[in-house]
Structure formats: C-alpha cells, structure tokens
Nanobody, 122 residues
Framework: VQLQAFGGGLVQAGGSPRLSCAAS????????TAWIRQAPGKEREFVAG????????YFSDSVKGRFTISRDNTRNMMLLQMNSLKPEDTAVYYC????????????????WGQGTEVTVSS
C-alpha cells in the first residue's frame, strides 16, 4: 500500500489544521493505520491510530483531548484533526500502516507516507 499525507504548513498556536492521508494499492480495512510524528532532533512518536477494523482508536497522552482522527475505508482516506495546537506539536507528520494489530511503536509500521510538516508558531 502506498500512502500520501498532506495538509501541513505554518500554523499559529491554538490553530486547528487538518491533515489527510490517502492510500492506494491497498485498502485501509486490511491495516492498522496511524499518525506518527517526528519533531526536530527527536525520535518518531506515535500520535493516534486505528485498529484494522477501524472501530477502535488510540491516542497518545500528548494529544488526547486535542486531536481527533477519522477514517473512511471506502475512500481509503484517514484524517487527523488537530485542535489547540501548541509549539511542541511542531513536527513532520507521517501516516503509516501495518498488517498487524495497532501498535504505538513507530518501528512496528511497515508502510509510510512521505510526511507533511506542521510548524506551530507561538
């Protein structure tokens, strides 16, 4: 499956951008899918994700209550709605997929999009 993330850019603190992930060559219903980010100088960090069925979600503590995710298996699209952005949310955001169960370790993911950069100004 090929993934492409888009929708990033420069955002003011408190802003609410939305990131999109489009899949081709496969269907989301076959994969656990996630948003994973990498801040400058830091390791990749799990942000939020769906189980393969799409019926369950999981959020990291750092974004819980501020970010929401949605997934449309028929359109092979996954969205990340980011609210109340903080400067520490600045990162490159990747959508990723794996054939196994949802995982919170970035290294567990087999398929990655190219990433879209989000910069939050204070």
């Amino acid at each position: 499956v090929q993934l492409q993330a888009f929708g990033g850019g420069l955002v003011q603190a408190g802003g609410s951008p939305r990131l999109s992930c489009a899949a081709s060559g496969g269907t989301f219903s076959s994969y656990a899918t996630a948003w994973i980010r990498q801040a400058p100088g830091k390791e990749r960090e799990f942000v939020a994700g769906f189980t393969r069925s799409g019926s369950n979600t999981y959020f990291s503590d750092s974004v819980k209550g501020r970010f929401t995710i949605s997934r449309d298996n028929t359109r092979n699209m996954m969205l990340l709605q980011m609210n109340s952005l903080k400067p520490e949310d600045t990162a490159v955001y990747y959508c990723a997929a794996r054939s196994g169960p949802l995982a919170t370790m970035a290294a567990a993911y087999d398929y990655w999009g190219q990433g879209t950069e989000v910069t939050v100004s204070s």
